[in-house]
């Protein structure tokens, strides 16, 4: 199993950048697919996540500091989400980091089964 995460860059303020988690190996659509990002010297954060519900559905979750400019989306039929970033900010600048999980849930209560190797976003003022 694998989840590969992209489409990282360096943008200025107030730029966009679309991030792609691809994976292989896994039943894609029934997993809840969730976005972390690490900034130098601080503790991994929950951005936001596609969480698997009943049928099929999916809702989504955003931290507040993303909420009206960061959107998760998702194509089963490629086993790929992603997430397009708008308006960013300095303080969006880190590692961002895509998880998979069977779990109906996100954000650090869960426990995550499998993550990607990371992708850097960098913002400058």
């Known amino acids: 199993v694998q989840l590969q995460a992209s489409g990282g860059g360096s943008v200025q303020a107030g730029g966009s950048l679309r991030l792609s988690c691809a994976s292989s190996?896994?039943?894609?659509?029934?997993?809840?697919i969730c976005w972390f990002r690490q900034a130098p010297g601080k503790e991994r954060e929950f951005v936001v996540g596609?969480?698997?519900?009943?049928?099929?559905?999916?809702?989504?979750d955003y931290a507040d500091s993303v909420k009206g400019r960061f959107t998760i989306s998702r194509d089963n039929a490629k086993n790929t989400v992603y997430l397009q970033m708008n308006d960013l900010k300095p303080e969006d600048t880190g590692v961002y980091y895509c998880?998979?999980?069977?779990?109906?849930?996100?954000?650090?209560?869960?426990?995550?089964?499998?993550w990607g190797q990371g992708t850097q976003v960098t913002v400058s003022s």
């Open positions: 190996g896994l039943t894609f659509s029934r997993y809840t």
């Open positions: 596609s969480r698997w519900s009943s049928r099929l559905t999916y809702s989504r």
């Open positions: 998880a998979a999980t069977l779990q109906s849930a996100t954000g650090w209560r869960v426990k995550y089964d499998y």
